[in-house]
């Protein structure tokens, strides 16, 4: 968007900025699920931005972000039902190739995917009440995994 | 990116920009689809942002967004998939701690997701011929939905 | 966020900017696999931007976009557990109003979702060692697609 920007103008105007933030979640394997929402929402505080958008991003192919309610029974019913739908086999090309057990984590962690996108308005995330940010271990052992949650608004 | 913005450097600069637009649906219970691309693109249209991107954001855990060719039959095939991949049932953990019969619907919207970001150029939604956003009911009675539409870009 | 922009101040504010390019991808028709990281990377190295996120998105409803340890099982393993998830079948709505053999592309597409976001850091996509960007062809021929790639920060 052009915009006239004389010095005067320039104090008035709103310029977008961005903000980023990593942080580590430890896993003890295959189907443990954190609740992250708080985390992600410290971030979207400290980075001073009110409207905009807040992208929650797994680094590596074996786990998932997404959003649910988090309790204990949508905890256990999400990794049963990714199990029944892809479940552990020797029969995937993966497994045949690497023999390392995981080829459901590779495929279960696509299918829910490993990025997020929630919108921020008044200075804070816009979920529902029984909406939380979730992060899932797809991968057969525990694992230290880096989240990086970047911050985009004004 | 640093630049350099002299008062006559400055007249020059496009900013980022943010614009922010919530809206409503109403749906009439599980598998009720809603063609939303003509309100996506309204909000695009008055954020005056001609390249970026356009966040849409479901909020709640029992919907979903995404994009399908919105014709009848995928209208009812989609809804249908989801029914037999996460069948209802009274077996999940979520079922048996809060018996509202609406498991497999949280199940369900988590896998599909709730959030969807779309490319913007020329001030409009670059979307394919037969491609449109939609919102999805995933829960078992009618709701009144707040969806969350996020600009940005320039 | 709003920010003080005497000139001298300007001087050393960041400014968010956008940036976005369009690739072609030609597929050979179902479950036809591309790696797409390095043409997605290029184009976050030719933003400047260094901190942000990019979204890459396919144009259209049948296929793909999303994250995957690129090796030659997985390439197989993911449009056939989608296969066996959502198989071909003449039984689909949209089959029966269309005829054109494609009703499981459009829900796998769906499903899989067409868009993608991933954090950018020090200028460089932050994505794991086994971790790339893929393109998937769910519709019954070769097509040549569009993917559109945005990158929005500073």
Redesign the interface.
Known sequence: ???????EA??R??????F?HQISVTTRGHGDTHDITDQVASAVSRS??????V?V?N???TASI????F????????P??LDK??PPSRN???????HDGN?HS??QA????????????GGKL???T??QIFHLECDVRGRQRTV?I?V???
């Open positions: 968007m052009l915009r006239s920007c004389a010095p320039c104090l105007n709103s310029f977008e900025t961005s980023q001073g931005i009110t409207t905009g958008i992208n991003f680094v590596g192919s997404g959003t649910i309610e309790e204990p029974g949508l905890q256990a019913d999400l049963a039902i739908l892809i995937y090309g993966h497994e045949q190739a690497w080829g590779h495929l696509t299918l829910q995917g490993p990025s997020l996108t929630v919108p921020i308005a816009v979920l529902g029984w909406q990086v970047t985009i608004g004004q």
